[in-house]
């Protein structure tokens, strides 16, 4: 199976910071990465796909980049309900994995 | 709108059975891939199964493979987990996702069923 090594694990920023997330592939997965937020006791929310696609109705502060093996999410200007954990997720093997998760709290 | 409803969680005893229902609508539902995810609690996020649209193809995770089996009724437009011989690690908050395509990312989600498996 594909590893996925998200990091940090935590993270403590502020309303208005600039805050990047990263995720490692064990093996090269091409643009094969989507992104998702999950705020407390919610389901996770679909944010990117194809590395750099932004989905309908997310706000364009949030990109993606990356392909291959090292993949990044980007909050371009942290905003209070961005305060979640992000999880990515490979899907260029049917075995589809996740990322362990980065928590973003308030600094 | 899509929504995605599951039912049929609860407390089991290792060694028991559950099955989880999941009603969908909002969608066609017979042109998509679905799937299972899971959560134990505090932790992170585990794919469990897929089923293809018309049910000829299924996929697991290693850990379910024999335990579970994934199922789907296109003329209810309802996807399934049965769930066997549980285990005390299957405890989790198990989501219904619709799958953008085969190997795919998971466009949406339902709210969730919790399964406690505990004696």
């Known amino acids: 199976d594909i590893q996925m090594t998200q990091s940090p694990s935590t993270l403590s920023a502020s309303v208005g910071d600039r805050v990047t997330i990263t995720c490692q592939a064990s093996q090269s997965i091409s643009s094969w990465l989507a992104w998702y937020q999950q705020r407390p006791g919610k389901a996770p929310k679909l944010l990117i796909y194809k590395a750099s696609s932004l989905e309908s109705g997310v706000p364009s502060r949030f990109s993606g980049s990356g392909s291959g093996t090292e993949f990044t999410l980007t909050i371009s200007s942290l905003q209070p309900d961005d305060f979640a954990t992000y999880f990515c997720q490979q899907y260029d093997s049917y075995s589809l994995t996740f990322g362990g998760g980065t928590k973003v709290q308030i600094k | 709108e899509v929504q995605l409803v599951e039912s049929g969680g609860g407390l089991v005893q290792p060694g028991g059975s559950l099955r989880l229902s999941c009603a969908a609508s909002g969608f066609t539902f017979s042109t998509y891939w679905m799937s299972w995810v899971r959560q134990a609690p505090g932790k992170g996020l585990e794919w469990v199964a897929s089923?293809?649209?018309?049910?000829?193809?299924?996929f697991y995770v290693d850990p379910v493979k024999g335990r579970f089996t994934i199922s789907r009724d296109n003329a209810e437009d309802s996807l399934y987990l049965q769930m066997n011989s549980l285990r005390a690690e299957d405890t989790a908050v198990y989501y219904c996702?619709?799958?953008?395509?085969?190997?795919?990312?998971?466009?949406?989600w339902g709210q969730g069923a919790l399964v406690t498996v505990s004696s």
């Open positions: 089923i293809k649209e018309d049910g000829s193809g299924r």
């Open positions: 996702v619709r799958q953008a395509g085969w190997r795919s990312y998971f466009d949406y």
